[in-house]
């Protein structure tokens, strides 16, 4: 009975919280989710509906909603509308399918510009680096990239992660470039020849796996030969090193096998023989949990936490080892503890959606372990940048202040991106920026964690039409959690429009205000632009482009003040061109009724550049293969034919994109 009045009183609480929450702030389509989950959580599945519902009025491609409401329709038999939802949730999933458009090993990348030059599946000893690079469609924002890299011996000698930022616009970029490498010449890998591999995965999921040899080398020297080398040549010290190490690696192929065979106090002996040969290895994280897998089977779950806690130590963002610490933990029936192990392993992105939590998990709310709550946050004249903490809050500033921050205190934080996306008082956006939260290296959630952005006063125009209410969206993971608002004065704080000077109207945030809003009044690709007159002369209205041509992608854009517009050229064989143009003031005040830009890809240059490329890569094919050398050399220009992309932003926001192809003539 006391079970479930408190039930009730928490339904209530949540019920009133969701009335409350549009007089508090901007209430977004995730506050909706979670309050579904936390109704249908205590069984109240009707409500948990409606909040759903309210999810899918404010995002309807939020797919959480329209999967967690699929279960709750079905929890109430509702199954003609259950399939109708199912329908529509996998529709859903199928448009946002992350695709391989394109990927290869490589010895030469512009790490740069994330293009691959060189392509190839073969490496020698003396090349330089071992590149694996993919280009991939329909990414999310926020998630991360990992490749583990694994010697002819089966080891993992090194792992790598990208952590993909939130586009600039929507949740997912249309294209994407990644890559990693691994170091040959001089290093390891230089004495390790044979068939080498690479997996790859993305946010816990494998996505693919690349083979390939490195030939070329010697075998590693053989321990029992280590010291029979002149300590002139050999520093004995060194030596030793590469003694232990060698051994190191041996026992953990031993322990590995005792632990198949079923043999775990004799695997644990020598996975802990693995730990004290090189106890400053980092793979000994592989060493501590083997030991706690053996440790478990065992029953010793105790001493297999205690081993799984060595190895977070070294890898905390490692999903395995929180996973299995969880299964540890829940043989102890520490079940709240064993959640949280669960969450952070889900989080990481251990089988991606693999955990639910069990029955009898009570005490704990399940939807805050995957929740990143704000503690605290404000606007902010002055932050102490050493310590992230906040010093003199204000929401109103003027040309007299320095800097204008957005300041947060999160708390429950794994590791996360937070995303701020400023927007000018006529709605516009001005400026985007970006900061990364590492893992906490002493593993587990960042009890808090401060982050903040700011804007520097004097670097925005003295223009009369940026003064005014201002705001500010702040994403976490790609989800927009906090709207800021807050006055900044510039100049007088009118602006003039033609001869009429008027004050700047506000602007409601996430939404244009009506003065000010930039608009596309034409756009194409053209061969050639009438600089005079800044108007296309020449329009591709094929969107192809020959060899001997200029391509050009011309705007005119309507209402717009000073701004920054951006192009993004993009060609998945190796090209990526970036450019900008900033739009001056408007000398007779105001916005400007219309202004063109434009933006030249300079394609004979590029096809110049490749067939010189070509030719210098046949002449030192040639000269090697007189000399009898390895015909190694290839052309290190990308290929510029072929279809391209233009990405146009203004003020960091994505504007529009022109798709055209390149062809010989």
Not at 476 to 488: C, Y
């Amino acid at each position: 009975m006391v079970g479930d009045l408190k039930g009730k009183v928490v339904i209530i609480l949540v019920v009133l919280a969701m009335l409350c929450m549009p007089a508090l702030g901007q209430t977004i389509a995730v506050d909706w989710d979670n309050k579904g989950i936390a109704l249908e959580a205590h069984g109240d599945y009707d409500k948990a509906i409606q909040a759903y519902d309210k999810a899918i009025e404010i995002d309807p491609q939020d797919e959480t909603a329209w999967n967690n409401k699929v279960k709750a329709l079905n929890k109430l038999g509702r199954t003609k509308e259950a399939n109708a939802a199912y329908a529509k949730f996998k529709e859903l999933e199928a448009t946002g399918t992350i695709t391989i458009l394109d990927h290869s090993m490589a010895s030469d990348v512009d790490e740069s510009t994330q293009s691959v030059i060189t392509r190839t599946q073969k490496f020698s000893v003396n090349n330089s680096k071992a590149y694996s690079w993919l280009s991939l469609r329909n990414v999310p924002g926020a998630g991360t990239v990992w490749w583990y890299w694994y010697s002819p011996a089966g080891d993992m000698l090194h792992t790598d992660k990208v952590q993909i930022p939130m586009p600039t616009s929507g949740e997912r970029w249309s294209t994407y470039n990644v890559l990693s490498h691994i170091d040959i010449v001089g290093n390891d890998a230089a004495n390790l020849s044979g068939e080498w591999h690479v997996d790859v995965y993305l946010d816990g999921n494998k996505i693919l796996t690349e083979d390939f040899p490195i030939f070329g080398g010697q075998p590693p020297i053989s321990p029992e030969n280590q010291y029979l080398y002149n300590s002139s040549e050999y520093d004995k010290a060194t030596n030793e090193n590469l003694y232990n190490h060698d051994k190191h690696d041996t026992a953990m192929r031993e322990g590995n096998a005792l632990y198949n065979q079923g043999r775990y106090d004799e695997a644990i002996d020598v996975y802990d023989e693995a730990i004290n040969l090189s106890p400053d290895d980092f793979q000994n994280w592989k060493a501590w949990n083997g030991k706690g897998e053996a440790l478990y089977k065992k029953g010793k779950y105790d001493a297999a936490i205690q081993a799984y806690d060595k190895a977070i130590q070294i890898v905390p963002d490692n999903s395995m080892v929180w996973a299995n610490k969880g299964n540890a933990l829940k043989a102890l029936g520490r079940t709240n503890e064993a959640n949280v192990a669960y969450a952070t392993a889900k989080e990481l992105g251990f089988g991606n959606s693999t955990w639910m939590a069990g029955n009898n998990a009570t005490g704990i709310n399940l939807t805050s372990l995957y929740f990143i709550q704000i503690l605290d946050h404000s606007m902010a004249s002055n932050v102490d940048e050493s310590t992230n903490n906040e010093i003199t809050r204000t929401s109103t500033f003027s040309s007299t202040d320095s800097k204008v921050y957005s300041w947060l205190s999160l708390g429950h934080v794994l590791g996360a991106t937070v995303d701020w996306h400023w927007y000018s008082p006529d709605g516009n956006p001005y400026k985007t920026g970006q900061v990364d939260i590492p893992f906490n290296r002493n593993g587990g959630y960042w009890p808090s964690y401060n982050v903040w952005y700011r804007l520097d006063i004097a670097d925005i125009p003295n223009e009369p039409y940026m003064s005014g209410n201002w705001h500010v969206d702040i994403y976490i993971n790609g989800q927009k959690r906090q709207t800021e608002q807050f006055t900044l004065k510039i100049g007088s704080g009118t602006t003039a429009i033609g001869s009429n000077a008027t004050s700047v109207p506000s602007a409601t945030p996430a939404q244009n205000a009506a003065r000010g809003t930039i608009t596309i009044l034409d756009h194409c690709m053209a061969s050639k632009i009438d600089e005079p007159t800044k108007n296309p002369v020449t329009t591709a209205k094929t969107n192809e482009f020959k060899d001997n041509m200029m391509a050009n992608s011309w705007l005119r854009l309507g209402n717009v003040g000073v701004a920054r517009v951006e192009w993004h050229w993009h060609y998945g064989g190796g090209w990526d061109i970036k450019d900008a143009y900033n739009i001056p003031p408007n000398p007779n005040g105001g916005y400007y009724s219309s202004y063109n830009v434009w933006d030249p890809l300079d394609i004979p240059n590029l096809v110049s550049l490749f067939k010189g490329g070509e030719a210098d890569a046949s002449d030192a094919r040639r000269t090697a293969e007189e000399s009898n050398l390895l015909p190694t050399e290839t052309n290190k220009v990308a290929d510029p034919y072929g279809d391209w992309t233009v990405d146009v932003y203004v003020n960091d926001q994505w504007l529009l994109q022109e798709q055209f192809r390149v062809v010989s003539g």
